[in-house]
């Protein structure tokens, strides 16, 4: 089963940007990269998926680089509300692997 | 708003009692999937219905139970609860298998004392 690492934690402050990076090393070659956004007893949230090079969408970009080894979520000028757990995950499959995510605190 | 809704939102059992707990998905979405997800954990996969047939299974043992039924709703059943099942449970839907955007609901947080 594809395993992703990704930081425990990231703090940031209103405004900047934060890129949130991480590891698969055993992506397969059906793998998309998928990441979640959850808040506090809420569901998890699509943020966006990619198998290669970058997505850009309305809240976040996603680059992946050729190896497709890795990928970075960039979440432009964040603000207080994306304060939250971000999840990266493989998605090939009938079920989605949730790791432990990484929590990003948003201070002013 | 994801269009899919649970029931209760909170729940309290007592140990060996069972559960049932309860998702609404989206109209057209015919694949669900639950998962059980622990204080400071990640979710965890329980299982995935598609069509009314359970599609796949996760870690969980036999009374953890299914239904998905033609109307797009769905339970899951849990017998002779353990204090361990006390955790946030979802369910997420999507258009098909592949889970390219799965919705989730809000959960069901479940407490067995």
């Known amino acids: 089963l594809a395993k992703t690492t990704q930081p425990i934690s990231m703090d940031s402050y209103e405004g900047q940007e934060v890129n949130i990076t991480c590891s698969h090393n055993n992506i397969a070659t059906n793998d998309y990269i998928t990441w979640y956004q959850q808040f506090p007893s809420q569901g998890p949230r699509f943020i966006i998926q990619?198998?290669?090079t970058k997505v850009t969408n309305e809240v976040a970009s996603l680059f992946i680089p050729a190896d497709r080894k890795s990928s970075t979520l960039s979440l432009p000028r964040v603000s207080l509300s994306d304060t939250a757990v971000y999840y990266c995950l493989m998605d090939s499959s009938y079920k989605l692997i949730f790791g432990s995510g990484t929590r990003l605190l948003v201070r002013p | 708003e994801t269009g899919v809704t649970q029931s209760p939102t909170h729940l309290i059992k007592t140990r060996g009692q069972q559960v049932t707990l309860r998702c609404s998905s989206q109209?057209?979405?015919?694949?669900v999937s639950w998962y059980q997800q622990a204080l400071g954990q990640g979710p965890q996969f329980i299982f995935q219905y598609y069509r009314e047939e359970e599609n796949g299974r996760g870690n969980f043992p036999p009374r953890f139970s299914g239904l998905q039924f033609p109307n797009y709703s769905s339970e899951l059943n849990v017998n002779a609860l353990e204090l361990d099942d006390s955790a946030l449970y979802l369910c997420a839907s999507s258009y098909d298998i592949a889970n390219t955007e799965a919705f989730f609901g809000q959960g069901t947080r479940l407490t067995v004392v």
């Open positions: 109209s057209g979405h015919n694949t």
């Open positions: 990619g198998y290669k």
